[in-house]
């Protein structure tokens, strides 16, 4: 998420915008949202009904496997420090696309923890939206 926040302005000027989708209560949204300083809209499925329609890993395996673990000492290395487990621990993420009709037009899903697509691979995803 930080590394998309980064780019903030960037994606507007594709005309898309960056949206937060967490599985914890909304009571931890909220928390999260003011915790990490987060302007983007944030929303929560704690029912994961969202993270199975885009097909997201959830499994220890993706959690715990070594490249996963090396993600985590990057973050930690750069200063990213997790405060606590919120939601569904097993639930591994993604990045997609959505245009405004809900039409899914490009998607990452994270195998481990950690696992981000780059900023060069998101930008060339939001040049879909502008026609050639």
Known sequence: ????????HEIKSYGAR?????????AQAAWFKNDQS???????D??????ERAHFRRDLGGLLAP???LHAARALGRG?????????????G???LVDRGGELLWRHASETAGDHPSW????AALKLLRPA
């Not at 060069?120 to 930008?123: A, K, W």
């Open 1 to 8: 998420m930080a590394q998309l926040r980064r780019h903030h």
């Open 18 to 26: 960056l949206v937060l989708v967490g599985n914890g209560s909304v």
């Open 38 to 44: 987060v302007e983007e809209p944030i929303y929560t």
């Open 46 to 51: 704690p029912t994961l009904k969202v993270y």
């Open 67 to 69: 490249q996963g673990i």
């Open 80 to 92: 990213h420090m997790q405060s606590g487990v919120k939601g569904d621990a097993l639930q591994l």
């Open 94 to 96: 993604g990045t997609l």
């Open 120 to 123: 060069s691979e998101v930008e």
